[in-house]
């Protein structure tokens, strides 16, 4: 088996028990998960935060719970999971190794809605967030 087969199933299995930690623990009841830096210091809230929380609300099927502790992270991860299944499939489908390989515009708009998403739920602009 190639070193890269090898890197791709450690990859997989560390994620399927992250995930399965996630699931079984609430992030709101344990204190293992670790805590946002930026917010510890700064006070001010980054892309990220509350991310561990929004995804242990989608991972038990409550979407409105999950946009409340962070509406990015509700849009992107299923937006992420299509996407990869998309790529999955095309790969499979041309007896190829799928390239999840992500375009750098698309890296780019990720940024830069990161960057506004940050900049509203810091200064109150956005009522939802």
Not at 78 to 86: A, C, H, R
Not at 100 to 112: D, L, N, Q, S, Y
Request: proline share 6%; charged share 10%; with cysteine.
């Amino acid at each position: 088996m190639s070193a890269s087969r090898v890197t791709k199933r450690l990859v997989a299995g560390a994620a399927a028990a992250g995930i399965a930690i996630l699931f079984a623990f609430p992030p709101t009841q344990y204190g293992f998960y670790p805590r946002c830096p930026f917010y510890t210091y700064a006070h001010f809230l980054c892309p990220g935060c509350g991310g561990t929380r929004a995804l242990y609300e989608m991972l038990h099927g409550n979407l409105a719970g999950a946009w409340h502790y962070n509406a990015l992270l509700t849009m992107l991860v299923p937006l992420s999971f299509v996407w990869s299944v998309i790529v999955w499939f095309r790969g499979a489908r041309s007896n190829q190794s799928p390239d999840f390989r992500i375009p750098h515009a698309a890296w780019m708009a990720v940024a830069v809605i990161a960057v506004l998403f940050t900049a509203a739920r810091n200064t109150g602009l956005a009522f939802v967030i």
